[in-house]
């Protein structure tokens, strides 16, 4: 669900409205804000679902940048998710001219691991609260050109295409039997209901975020503007980031587990170290990256028609793999190769499976032959 926080439209069934002369209705919630007798009445604004105030709104929109005053959700309408579709509609609006968002937020309150999701960070402090700033991706995937000196952009490629193909690849990648399944049934068992998930290369939310959101807390993370719009009116209860992969900043020990299915192969190989040290970081003690990777080794380079749209692919060889999920300090629990039928051509592909040392459970040795089935009592979280 995305909210239309531009005065008075409706989007979804959820919209805003001006607050009244003389008190904020339903919303009276802003009574008790710890910074009530500076908030300026003329910018809040009441935020109605279905015809009832649920809560309200108020953002300061600077030359400088976008600052959320006031943000409260009533009590009885909470756990819907519909703070975090506020937060990312106002982070829209400011991303697009290239402008950051800040807020202040109970130095002690859940919603700070929510803005953290999001990509908020922690930019100063009182004794009784926190400013934390999200700004822009560094890479501006909205402006960013084709080619960069001359050179092919692999990453515009990548959004280019899936921004075309988005409804294909989710019908097409949903078709047959797919190793995804059972690596999915391995996180099902392995994580305890709400763990924190991150999904890199989420897509429209179809092939895995809907199925993994029915237990955990997730986040997905794709560079394909049209994929993340498809993904967070198909998923409504998962956070969704449009940004690369390879730059998107989440704080140490942010989650349980990270899932990347034929994700990393889009990024130019010579980043598949990096994001590897990124996802280590992510992960806490005893957390599980489950992802796939290559099987052979592919430089880098564009297949012009790849379900109607050019795509970029990169990877390394299995073996050189191996070593780069080792050499990020994580555990190998599987490293298995398997083969996908695509519309009739074999393709093999590497599936990892590994943990971050710590934790209850921890498994005493690296194997990465095993098959996941034969590990589901190790390394959860």
């Not at 922690?122 to 080619?147: C, I, V």
Request: net charge negative.
């Amino acid at each position: 669900m995305r909210l239309a926080a531009r005065n008075e439209r409706g989007y979804g069934g959820l919209h805003l409205t001006r607050v009244p002369p003389g008190g904020l209705g339903a919303a009276a919630v802003a009574g008790s804000h710890p910074y009530r007798d500076h908030l300026d009445p003329s910018r809040q604004r009441i935020v109605v679902v279905d015809g009832r105030d649920v809560g309200v709104l108020a953002v300061e929109r600077r030359p400088d940048g976008f600052f959320i005053d006031n943000l409260q959700v009533l009590p009885a309408a909470q756990g819907r998710g519909l703070g975090g579709a506020i937060v990312r509609d106002v982070m829209d609006e400011a991303f697009g001219p290239g402008l950051p968002v800040s807020l202040r937020v109970a130095r002690v309150t859940r919603a700070r691991r929510l803005y953290e999701r999001l990509g908020f960070r922690e930019t100063g402090r009182t004794e009784t609260h926190l400013l934390m700033t999200a700004s822009p991706p560094a890479d501006d995937l909205h402006a960013a050109p084709r080619r960069r000196g001359g050179a092919m952009d692999p990453k515009r490629v990548v959004a280019d295409g899936y921004d075309r193909i988005a409804e294909r690849y989710a019908a097409w990648g949903g078709g047959g039997s797919d190793p995804r399944d059972d690596h999915l049934a391995l996180l099902e068992e392995r994580l305890p209901a709400g763990a924190a998930v991150l999904e890199l290369g989420c897509g429209t939310g179809a092939l895995s975020t809907a199925r993994l959101a029915r237990r955990f807390a997730v986040t997905g993370v794709d560079i394909s503007r049209r994929s993340i719009d498809l993904a967070r009116r198909n998923v409504p209860g998962a956070t969704f980031l449009h940004a690369d992969m390879a730059t998107v900043h989440f704080p140490d020990g942010s989650f349980d587990a990270v899932t990347a299915f034929y994700t990393i192969g889009h990024l130019p190989r010579e980043e598949h170290g990096g994001l590897l040290r990124s996802i280590a970081g992510w992960l806490r003690p005893g957390g599980l990256l489950v992802a796939t990777m290559g099987a052979g080794d592919a430089p880098g380079d564009v297949e012009q028609d790849w379900l109607g749209a050019p795509m970029y692919f990169s990877h390394h060889d299995a073996e050189t793999n191996r070593r780069l999920v080792r050499g990020a300090g994580l555990r190998l629990l599987s490293a298995r190769e398997e083969t996908t039928d695509e519309d009739g051509v074999p393709v093999p592909f590497l599936w990892v499976v590994a943990a971050k040392p710590g934790g209850d459970g921890e498994p005493v040795a690296d194997d990465a032959q095993t098959d996941p089935a034969d590990n589901r009592g190790a390394g959860s979280s």
